[in-house]
């Protein structure tokens, strides 16, 4: 009985152990706190429509009652979470080599500025359009990776800096071409359906109540995430990356090339972020306005990538989430609450993923030092068996 008990939890704390487990242990921890206190929030405010509030907000899509108006705002949520998911990959690229990039707003801005010229100004097609766009993400993620690599400047100053200047860029650039912005509406044109520069849907319109936003980006995001999981994990330039990112002079003593490796790096996590932009803007969902604030996208995709405990896998799953909660929130307003009350909610629960790291570290100190400490104590009673025995023995022969 005992045996087998001993077995079972050390089996249990065997999985415990395990990365994955430990991440969706924290991962939903984390959510389910962050719900609750905005199920706290909505009785302060409202305490007669919370219990409804925070049902909506969990619900999402589930809240309609036809099943076409599910499909179709799941469709909805599916087009939103695909560039989140890519801004997320973006943070978790750049993080495996020790580098924070907070730039990826300004990627994702300067994504924003190259898709409207290729779709509205130049009208070319739509795979063409994300080809120069990662193209244009690398080169300004690139820069900041020049300055880290040559000059050592923090990269998250430099990426803050890059950020604004993205913003004014695009602000200034956009309203120079008539064809690209509408000068009454201070935003640019949507992109239409029957142009080329439109993402296709590949059918799958059909599949979410006839919603034209959701088509071709979301396969195309699966497959980078596929393509970044392996590369991280399956090469020796992932292998270079993390190992750049753990000890950075280890590996450059190790004859790895730290700056090239650094430099390549922030190309892509760039490119990744600028790609996000034409996913929001290239299926004639969303349209950019002058904005005073740099975009809250890339800023959404750290916690992403914290969320998602840095996998991407995880970063699928947490991306989806955090949209799904967002525009669950947004239906807020429909029971009397304020339009930032949802985004306290939602704002509180990204913050939550902040301590994903720090609670996977707990769990793993905790069952170590319990190993640690049984070990001592069992050491600690053989060794005082050992000397009775010893002492027995010793009165024997005497």
Known sequence: MNDKSLSFGSRCKEV??????????????CAIVGIF?????????????????????????FTFSLPKLQL???????????PLILTGLS????????????????????????TSYCAL?????????????????????????????????????SGIMLNWIALYLTNGVLQLSSKVWDSVLSKTYIVKSSSASFLPTLGLENLFGGNTVVGVGMILVLIIAAIIYILLNKTVFGYEIRATGLNKNAAE?????????????????????????????????????????????GFDGISAAFLGGLSPIGVIFSAYFIMHITD???????LGYSPQTAQVITSFIIYLCAFVAFAKGYISHKLNYREIV?????????????????NNSSKEDK
Not at 40 to 61: H, K, Q, R, V, Y
Not at 127 to 156: D, M, P, R, S
Not at 272 to 295: D, I, R
């Open 16 to 29: 415990l152990k395990k990365d994955w487990v430990q991440t969706i242990i924290t991962s939903l921890l």
């Open 37 to 61: 206190v905005g199920f706290m929030l909505l009785l302060i405010i409202n305490p007669a429509n919370a219990f409804e509030g925070i049902l909506n907000t969990i619900g999402n899509f």
């Open 72 to 82: 179709k705002y799941f469709g909805q949520t599916l087009a939103k979470t695909a």
């Open 328 to 334: 669950g929130g947004s239906t807020l307003t429909d």
């Open 374 to 390: 049984n070990g001592e104590v069992v050491g600690k009673r053989e060794t005082t068996k050992e000397k009775k025995k010893g």
């Open 91 to 114: 943070i978790l690229f750049a993080y495996k080599t020790g580098l924070f990039n907070i730039g990826a707003s300004g990627q994702y801005t300067i994504g924003v500025l190259v």
């Open 253 to 297: 003593y190790a004859g790895m090339k730290v700056k090239k490796n650094i430099i390549i790096t922030m190309m892509i996590s760039g490119a990744l972020a600028g790609l996000a932009a034409p996913l929001m803007l290239l299926n004639g969902y969303t349209q950019w306005e002058l904005s005073a604030a740099v975009p809250t996208m």
């Open 121 to 157: 100004q130049w009208n070319l097609p739509w795979w063409l359009c994300l080809i120069i766009v990662a193209f244009a993400g690398a080169f300004w993620g690139g820069l900041a990776g020049l300055l880290k690599a040559f000059f050592n400047v923090n990269e998250v100053i």
